[in-house]
């Protein structure tokens, strides 16, 4: 009898970018391992990807809290528990099944066709050129994730909702709340409950005058009686904080990948082959696979796995970052090859929950990158990789500075 | 009759998520409606030079609501 080891995402300090040991043994030991968490309970760690594909894109398998998925800390299991009382609706659409899912998803979905997005791209470019403008004429060293990262996202997605960007250190302190694991559950409820009502301020000002952003699309559906305004807001918030806090880690940190591997970062920087740029991010985007510690789901009945049964009420925990590294599917998985194209990497998910905001991710990585570089050739890094304060601490992986000069 | 001659394209719209995925994999084949992103077949006989496309498309699909028949 062999004990059962614990779920553990910690990153090791010499190899921040890479899965986290404890991660990597598991996978090491097969594709589905038992773990144990926090709380004594057990779930199922899966790390394969052929088997993070079949358990997201299993019809038997529930992505609903009451439903009984894994809980990753004390604060999260409160935070659950009091969205669970709340009703529903306090939930947003990825934590719901079809075909309530499916309703809400679709609500949104026209703001981010590959067409739509693709509209975007000039605007967004004006923006990173304007930041880089502005970084360049300040004081260095400076704080890339101030200056550039965290900006860049946070302009595009405000400009694609409808949110006055003026409100950005509203809405951005709100939403490292959200994302941080050791927000308390009252703190992030706080968090949450701010940012909703914010949005429902905004919905009743475009109720009465909207323009053509995506929340007067929602208002659109509120008036015609499709969405309730609570769903509304919900949307809104979901959508504020995906996304800046994502696309915002990743230039960070593929920057940080970039400036440690001047091969790579060459070969970037001095090609203007579209076909090379997007190979890049989707690289980057597998390599560092921000989106860590795992999707949380629940088998609604019994469903083989690898060979392995997998009991109804049993929880899953699907780790994208073990799938990413699969040495099955990206052969010698450790190694940044911005040539070689990962089209199946796992980092937006798989199944019906991918991410939604995914065609505009791509687009302002493929602007980001290549604006920095270009525009800074001489851009270094200004710590050592032991100052760089990662978040271990996050839904979402990153670093919350990155000191760079030129 | 050669093997490309054989080969059925099938979407599913009511699977579609909209990810835009099969867009980016062959555009000139599948494209997305403007009202709700979802899955619109351009070509439904694409040349055999594009099928490597097609079946990255169904591939990498995250609702697997394309089908490659053949």
């Not at chain 1, 703001?111 to 502005?134: G, S």
């Not at chain 1, 939604?356 to 710590?383: K, W």
């Not at chain 2, 699977?15 to 099969?22: E, F, H, L, M, T």
Request: hydrophobic share 40%.
């Amino acid at each position: 009898m062999t004990t059962i080891p614990e779920y553990n995402i910690a990153r090791s300090a010499k190899c921040p970018l890479d899965p986290a040991p404890a991660m990597r043994a598991r996978q090491e030991e097969g594709p589905l391992a038992r773990v144990r968490l926090w709380d004594g309970s057990t779930a199922w760690l899966v790390t394969g990807h052929a088997e993070h594909r079949a358990v997201l894109g299993h019809p038997k398998v529930s992505v609903e809290p009451a439903r009984g998925i894994p809980r990753l800390s004390p604060a999260e299991a409160a935070t659950m528990d009091s969205l669970a009382k709340a009703g529903s609706a306090s939930l947003g659409f990825i934590m719901m099944d079809d075909p309530e899912h499916a309703r809400l998803r679709r609500m949104a979905t026209s703001a981010f066709t590959v067409k739509r997005v693709e509209a975007m791209r000039p605007a967004t470019q004006e923006i990173a050129d304007e930041l880089i403008d502005r970084l360049l004429a300040g004081p260095k060293p400076a704080d890339l994730v101030e200056a550039f990262a965290l900006p860049l996202p946070s302009l595009v997605i405000s400009n694609l909702l409808g949110v006055p960007y003026d409100d950005h250190e509203f809405f951005q302190a709100n939403s490292r709340t959200i994302i941080n694991r050791n927000s308390t559950a009252e703190e992030r409820g706080q968090a949450q409950h701010r940012l909703a009502e914010y949005l429902d301020g905004l919905i009743g000002e475009k109720l009465a005058k909207p323009g053509d952003d995506l929340l007067s699309g929602l208002v659109e559906r509120v008036k015609a009686g499709e969405l309730s305004r609570q769903e509304a807001a919900r949307m809104g918030v979901l959508m504020l904080f995906a996304g800046h806090e994502t696309t915002a880690n990743m230039i960070t940190l593929g920057t940080l990948a970039l400036l440690r591997d001047p091969g790579q970062l060459a070969l970037l920087r001095e090609s203007d082959d579209p076909k090379l740029i997007a190979s890049a991010v989707e690289e980057l985007l597998r390599y560092l696979t921000i989106t860590h510690g795992g999707l949380r789901r629940v088998a609604l009945e019994d469903i083989e796995i690898a060979g392995q049964v997998i009991r109804a009420g049993e929880g899953i925990i699907t780790v994208n970052e073990t799938a990413n590294r699969d040495p099955s599917v990206f052969p010698d998985p450790d190694r940044l090859d911005l040539q070689r194209n990962p089209r199946l990497h796992v980092t937006f998910g798989y199944g019906v929950h991918q991410c939604l905001g995914q065609p505009l991710a791509r687009m302002e990585l493929q602007v980001a990158y290549p604006a920095l570089l270009r525009r800074i050739p001489t851009l270094a890094l200004a710590a050592e990789l032991e100052q760089i304060p990662f978040k271990h601490d996050g839904f979402v992986y990153g670093a919350y500075e990155l000191p760079v000069t030129w | 009759m050669t093997e490309e001659d054989i080969v059925k394209i099938i979407i599913e719209q009511d699977k579609c998520v909209a990810s835009g995925q099969c867009v980016l994999a062959a555009d000139d084949v599948f494209d997305q409606r403007d009202e709700d992103g979802v899955v619109i077949l351009l070509n439904d006989d694409p040349s055999p030079e594009r099928l490597a496309d097609v079946r990255q498309a169904a591939l990498v699909c995250p609702a697997l609501a394309i089908t490659v028949e053949e």
